[in-house]
């Protein structure tokens, strides 16, 4: 049976969907324990436990992973790969997640491959290139594969309250790892109470074209549940932070649904959302190359359509 | 620009020459290669040429003993994005070219880059973009961090260096927005947020046509063939097929009911 590493950046009450899609794919190749990149009281590691996980690593000093940027979390991750003799390790497709996979790529002498969306048994890689427009299968030739996996690539792992005893942390000593640059302060997210752009099921995106107004986009993603996305114009133009652009240089998505509105969707546009399920767009410009790929093209005013989207299912939901 | 205390910097700047993200890219059908006809500097790399200028002119620029080195490796073609760079302001540039180095993946080309840093020797700086516009896997900066036992300040929206040569940058992180210090020597690679690039200007254009590109080997970098390119990689392609290209959908014009029209899309799509 393989022996799968899951990195867990952030334990948190409950595990994230992002978590439990890491551990539910793990858990399907072999057996999943889990590197805890910061401290996890019996809470969240029951959460961990309920959804997979099997085993537990962590630092002696966790305090170190959250004082320095990444270079500690190389170290811890290669010390549980080393204790585990694991086959695999799976992070999240996240910059943390892909920074730490490299470095601990040169340290391990192996690989590493981003952007996965399967692995299967023998733990052949599948991944789009190219911004979406050819699919790869690679794997890794030498060493304990290294894979970050994409959000909303597979299904989660359902959190259940497993019952049984909560295996305990292994700790493992991060031992010199190297020069680091400090983290001298973390202003967090301003919690909008949306779900998580890169996890979300369904994101509304808006660009140019809601004119320094955000407000039918956010309301009908209230409506929906969804996360909001913007266009690199929109983020640019400052009408909403940089944290919510979608596309080459910005978060990558592939939610069951999204919708674009008032988003030409340039090739960097396309590029962070083309591998959604379905697609709706909405734009006053009937050439827009972005009704080029929507399920559902709008040519109308997203002022006027959106508010009623958002009431219509309201109503529906009563 | 006004001229500061400290001493002055040595930087590296690493450049790809990319295809162009405007254009339809291609894998090549034999052994899955990127067909690299049509390239250009990777966009996300003059972000990095423009922080590296910064960070020289804050201490004086070239006439204040600075020096910006653009370093890239690739075929013939790829020293276009090292002319790109001198023309943009970078004092010299080097080429890492070699037919071995053909397939390398992120691990090979990040040992390749390292040796030849090391080779050149003193920097206070190595410089990147956030990533490549090809593959995007954004690897190599943190791997160079590793090889070359650098602090690794990755992915910064703002950079500042004061002269007391302590870094102090922003990074928007999964946490939040993280302030980052360390001193010099470092790794540094820089968002689309950082600036705005300059354009090379007529002047920048014709000086660059002065300005030395020097040609490396890896048996110059003492580098042995079987450690780069396919054989030295750790990961390898299996198959590559092209996407099913998205289709059109039904396209309506709004006449009042297109929200109710959208809600109906989404109930028979089941997402409602």
């Known amino acids: ?318 | 620009m006004s001229q500061k205390t400290g001493t002055p910097l040595n930087i590296l700047v690493l450049v790809k020459h990319v295809p162009d993200v405007q254009f339809e890219r291609h894998l090549l059908p034999n052994g899955h290669r990127l067909d690299r006809q049509d390239s250009v500097l990777s966009e996300l790399d003059e972000y990095a040429i423009e922080a590296a200028l910064a960070l020289a002119e804050s201490r004086g620029g070239e006439k204040g003993g600075n020096h910006v080195t653009a370093l890239t490796m690739g075929p013939a073609g790829a020293a276009n994005a090292v002319k790109k760079s001198l023309q943009m302001g970078a004092s010299a540039g080097v080429h890492i070219s070699d037919a071995a180095l053909e397939g390398s993946d992120a691990g090979a080309t990040s040992l390749v880059l390292a040796t030849a840093i090391k080779h050149l020797g003193g920097f206070d700086v190595v410089l990147t973009g956030m990533a490549s516009t090809d593959a995007e896997t954004s690897l190599v900066p943190a791997q160079l961090a590793e090889r070359l036992g650098l602090a690794q300040l990755t992915n910064l929206s703002a950079v500042e260096l004061d002269d007391a040569n302590i870094i102090t940058a922003t990074r928007m992180g999964e946490d939040g927005a993280q302030t980052l210090s360390a001193p010099l020597p470092v790794l540094i690679s820089v968002t689309d947020q950082a600036n705005e690039p300059r354009y090379p200007n007529f002047r920048g254009i014709l000086a660059a046509k002065k300005k030395k590109i020097t040609t490396l080997s890896l048996a110059e970098l003492g580098i042995e063939a079987s450690t780069v390119g396919t054989a030295g990689s750790g990961t390898r392609v299996l198959d590559a097929a092209p996407h099913e290209p998205r289709s059109a959908g039904e396209i309506i014009t709004d006449s009042g009911q297109a929200g109710l029209a959208l809600v109906d899309f989404l109930a028979d799509a089941k997402l409602i």
């Open chain 1, 1 to 318: 049976m393989l022996k799968i590493l899951v990195y867990i950046h952030a334990p948190a009450q409950t595990p994230t969907k992002g978590q439990r899609e890491l551990l539910a794919l793990a858990a399907s190749l072999g057996e999943a324990a889990v590197v805890l990149g910061d401290n996890a009281d019996d809470a969240a590691r029951a959460g961990l436990h309920g959804a997979g996980a099997t085993a537990f690593y962590g630092a002696v000093t966790p305090e170190q992973l959250r004082g320095e940027l990444i270079a500690p979390a190389v170290s811890l991750l290669v010390a549980a790969v080393r204790a585990a003799g694991a086959d695999a390790v799976l992070l999240p497709n996240t910059m943390e997640g892909r920074e730490i996979a490299a470095r601990a790529a040169v340290r391990l002498d192996s690989g590493v491959i981003t952007d996965a969306v399967a692995v299967d048994q023998e733990l052949n890689v599948t991944k789009s290139v190219l911004a979406g427009s050819y699919t790869v299968r690679a794997r890794i030739t030498r060493g304990p594969a290294l894979i970050t996996l994409k959000a909303n690539s597979v299904q989660p792992a359902e959190a259940q309250d497993s019952g049984a005893q909560v295996p305990p942390v292994q700790t493992l000593e991060l031992g010199e790892s190297g020069p680091a640059a400090r983290i001298t302060a973390t202003a967090p997210h301003i919690a909008s109470g949306r779900p998580e752009l890169s996890e979300a099921r369904f994101v509304v995106a808006g660009g140019r074209g809601v004119d320094g107004d955000f407000g039918p986009v956010e309301d009908l993603a209230d409506a929906l549940g969804a996360a909001v996305g913007a266009s690199r114009a929109a983020t640019d133009a400052g009408w909403i932070d940089h944290s919510a652009q979608v596309g080459q240089t910005g978060v990558t998505v592939s939610p069951q649904l999204y919708i674009s509105a008032g988003i030409s969707g340039a090739i960097q546009q396309k590029a962070g959302m083309q591998s959604a399920k379905y697609i709706v767009a909405i734009n006053k410009d009937p050439d827009a190359p972005i009704f080029e790929i929507a399920d559902l093209g709008i040519i109308g005013d997203l002022a006027s359509v959106l508010p009623q989207a958002a009431a219509e299912i309201r109503r529906r939901q009563g």
